[in-house]
């Protein structure tokens, strides 16, 4: 399964998790003081910034964290794509690779770890960006790369 803290994670939101049975943990200081900031409404990049902390630290910390089984992501406060962006990535892809292009973007949805029904908007520049490096002809991935960045305009507007 693909590291759900892979790429842009600064709009990741997280959420702190209790389980009766963790057991004894210890935290060092940095360990707790992301944990107290994981609130379930502030995405990363808050965090990061409230902790005075590099992404790449917070990175390491939330792995460890979520590793333990201490956070997890907020999915009710996470924007997710729909099926409209799907319907037109999958018309654009098809454009450029043909009938196999409903397959690909499966795939790849799975390598990442996701489900298109639950595809957290922020990870829609790495799943395009994915794609784009499986169409051969390089004017058909250049179309689809300009038609796509149109389409992910709209997500962040």
Known sequence: MANIFS??????VLKRTVHADLGE???DSQMLQVLMELDGKKNLGQVAQSLNMSMKNLRQIINNLHDLT??????ESMPTLGKDFFDFLSSQLSQAMG???DV???DEISQMGENPESFPAHRAVELVDLLARQILREE????F??????KLREIKA
Do not use: N
């Open 99 to 101: 009938p196999i292009a």
């Open 7 to 12: 790429g842009d994670i600064s709009r990741m």
């Open 70 to 75: 201490l956070c997890e992501q907020a999915k």
């Open 140 to 143: 058909r991935k250049v179309a």
């Open 145 to 150: 790369q300009q038609s796509m960045v149109k």
């Open 104 to 106: 690909v973007i499966e």
């Open 25 to 27: 943990v210890s935290l």
